[in-house]
């Protein structure tokens, strides 16, 4: 008889695969950042100065304030008149090279930019005032030719009257705050 030699191990068992989870990635929010707005000017009135003015030189004139986009862009349209001694006073975030025109205004106007040196840098003399049946398309552009941080809009013809000049001086009254530094 033969002897088999017999194996006294045992077989060691094969690998079994376990599957794995697999991983599905959750989808994630990334952030978009918002345009965030150039912020406006913040104006407060100063009673104990007396109403807002603006001095241009040696002319003062009452102002009325369009600080806000809204008051930007109604500005002086629709109205018959100005008073001969008040102008409105167009007060910007940033300086900047604006661009104004004359939709809807009833009459002609002087512009007189300001720089944020509060130095007059640029004046547009008598404007005129849209004609009737004159397509907006069809109405000219005005900017100053440097960037500026105000546009004061008084009756055309104001500024050469009171000799009003590129260079003058300009201080405002009886109102200040962020945007109107020209104290």
């Given at each position: 008889m033969t002897n088999t030699p017999r194996s006294?191990?045992?077989p060691t068992p094969l690998p079994t695969h376990t599957p794995q989870p697999t991983f599905t990635p959750e989808p994630t929010t990334t952030?978009?950042?918002?345009?965030s707005p150039t912020p406006e000017p913040f104006i407060y009135l100063r009673p104990d100065e007396g109403p807002p003015r603006v001095n241009v030189g040696n002319a003062v004139f009452d102002a009325e304030l369009a600080f806000t986009p809204e008051d930007r862009t109604q500005?002086?349209?629709d109205r018959e008149s100005l008073p001969q001694t008040t102008g409105m006073l167009f007060i910007f975030e940033e300086a900047r090279t604006p661009t104004f025109w004359m939709y809807h205004m009833r009459f002609d106007?002087?512009?007189v930019w300001i720089g944020e040196d509060c130095i007059v840098a640029d004046i547009h003399h008598n404007v005129p005032r849209?004609?009737?049946g004159q397509q907006p398309s069809d109405l000219p552009r005005y900017s100053p030719n440097v960037d500026v941080l105000y546009n004061l809009e008084i009756n055309a013809g104001r500024a050469e009257?009171?000799?009003i000049e590129i260079g003058d001086k300009v201080t405002f009254s009886g109102f200040s705050g962020?945007?109107?530094?020209c104290q």
């Open positions: 006294s191990s045992t952030p978009i950042p918002e345009a500005g002086l349209s106007l002087d512009f849209q004609a009737d009257e009171l000799g962020t945007g109107a530094v």
